[in-house]
């Protein structure tokens, strides 16, 4: 039951997989590696179709794509308007901070020494400004899934092509 066109979408998704993560690695984007773990596919091939799906953290689609902020603008379906309360979400989930902290970035005071607390300051402080500046696209999963596309009709209907033979040869032989 089309096991060459499984293989094919199976070789492609993880192509698709390595490659974005790699991406991820390369620019810097996986501190926590949540995302970066959270990248998998699931394909469904029964007699009459085939399914293949990506999976990953909700924020990767962000992540990918970017996100217009209030002062600057990139070419994305996604941006954050003068109403989204990105300070109050970090306020509250400490998301910024979690990631200042995770990459050692804190405030000092005037003698030099580091601030006590202060990542939650700095959270509030990049929120503000990821909110003017927005996330710039990183294309890390568009661009090795767009490589990868291209060829996948032709490999799709060579595997196609073998799982009809295999099943012609197997009619042909149980007669």
Aim: without cysteine.
């Amino acid at each position: 039951m089309l096991t060459n066109v499984k293989e094919e979408l199976n070789r492609f998704s993880k192509y698709v997989i390595t490659q974005s993560k790699a991406n991820l690695t390369r620019g810097k984007k996986s501190v926590s590696k949540e995302l970066y773990n959270s990248l998998d596919s699931n394909i469904k091939v029964s007699k009459n179709s085939f399914e293949l799906s990506f999976l990953m953290e909700e924020y990767g689609v962000f992540q990918d794509k970017g996100v217009s902020g209030t002062k600057k603008k990139y070419n994305t379906k996604f941006s954050y308007k003068q109403s989204s309360n990105v300070v109050g979400m970090e306020y509250h989930t400490g998301t910024f901070a979690k990631w200042a902290k995770s990459r050692n970035i804190r405030l000092r005071d005037s003698k030099g020494r580091f601030k006590k607390g202060s990542y939650k300051s700095i959270g509030i402080i990049i929120a503000r400004s990821v909110k003017e500046k927005g996330i710039k696209p990183s294309l890390f999963f568009t661009k090795p899934f767009e490589k990868a596309f291209k060829n996948i009709d032709k490999d799709l209907i060579k595997a196609y092509k073998l799982d009809i033979e295999q099943l012609m040869d197997n009619s042909i032989n149980n007669k």
